[in-house]
């Protein structure tokens, strides 16, 4: 039986949400690293819109949307209860207002007013996130789940962007969330680098061994 196929891009974070959930669920898939700007003509062919991640399923079944590819991979094995730890309302919030602010705060240009106005707001969601964590150590149970793993990737990308900035903010609860994701085995096998995929190479595992 042929595995899976997941088109993916280490660095994206909807690609990094969609590999924790399939390395968490046990599932096993063969990965393509893509390049965004020259992406294979068998990606496009599967899914046109041309956005990582996609996954491909053995019957030919498409799933190119990161929340769509957790809830594939969690309803067939969710061994860590991470479906408990659902809120899609969240992760909405997370997807939508969060990350138009987060992209226009990190690439925005460093000399427009704008650019803080972006941050400020962005930063206004990350004290909700650390209100809840000050009296849990997950967003939604104590364990972790689907919205701590759909929302760590975009965290992430904020902090990164001005990792002085982040450090600084009064947002103890958060930081300590992201600080002990990020240093996770899980973190660390979801980042493994791999070479971009050509046609004609042998087939990658994932997660590798
Ligand atoms: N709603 C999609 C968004 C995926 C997305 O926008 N991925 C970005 C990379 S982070 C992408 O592929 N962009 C296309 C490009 O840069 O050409 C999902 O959740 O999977």
Known sequence: M?????YSFRRCPYAMRARLALVASGAWVELREVV????PAAMLAASPKGTVPVLVLPDGAVIDESLAIMRWALAARDPDGWLAGDDPALIAANDGAFKHHLD???YG???DPARLEHRAAATDFLAGLDARLRHQSNLVCAQPGLADMALLPFVRQFAETDRTYFDSLPLPALQAWLARHLASALFARIMV???PWQWGDPPLGFPLA
Request: hydrophobic fraction near 30%.
């Open 2 to 6: 042929p595995l899976p196929l997941l």
């Open 109 to 111: 240009d460093p000399g």
């Open 193 to 195: 680098r791999v070479p």
């Open 104 to 106: 226009r705060y990190k």
């Open 36 to 39: 965004l700007r020259d992406k």
